[in-house]
């Protein structure tokens, strides 16, 4: 599954250089990290969900610079699942095409109340590419 999201570069989203922030950039990374979540039926609408996504190992490249005013688009692909983990790659595309920012994300799923570490729940793990047969 892919999902893009729509961000614009604003006002207090860049450097003293002009660039987009890094912070900023990898803020821009979880909130299309949360839209796939979201329209995976892991944090169902309206409701207070009681599993949560903890990111526990973030891979950033930058490639590219970006500016403000700039409309990027923000992919997220499922890229990989293990029994508790999963990764998802994601690019950051600026207006012309060019690939920004590269990441690629592991995170784990924890059920909130007991903050506990869980198995991948089957509304997002069905979702994952199968694996290529050996």
Do not use: W
Not at 14 to 28: C, R
Not at 76 to 87: D, Y
């Amino acid at each position: 599954m892919e999902k893009s999201l729509e961000i614009e570069v604003a006002v207090g989203h860049t450097d003293e250089l002009g660039h987009l922030n890094h912070v900023q950039a990898v803020e821009y990374l979880q909130s299309a990290r949360l839209d796939l979540y979201d329209a995976c039926g892991l944090r169902p609408a309206g409701s207070e969900t009681p599993l949560g996504t903890i990111v526990v190992n973030l891979n950033v490249n930058y490639r590219r610079e970006c500016f403000l005013g700039d409309r990027l688009r923000v992919t997220t692909r499922l890229l990989s699942l293990g029994s508790k983990s999963f990764r998802v790659e994601q690019q950051i595309v600026r207006p012309d095409g060019v690939v920004a920012i590269d990441a690629v994300v592991t995170s784990v799923v924890m059920e909130m109340a007991s903050r506990r570490v869980i198995a991948v729940p089957p509304v997002l793990a069905r979702l994952f590419p199968s694996p290529d047969p050996v």
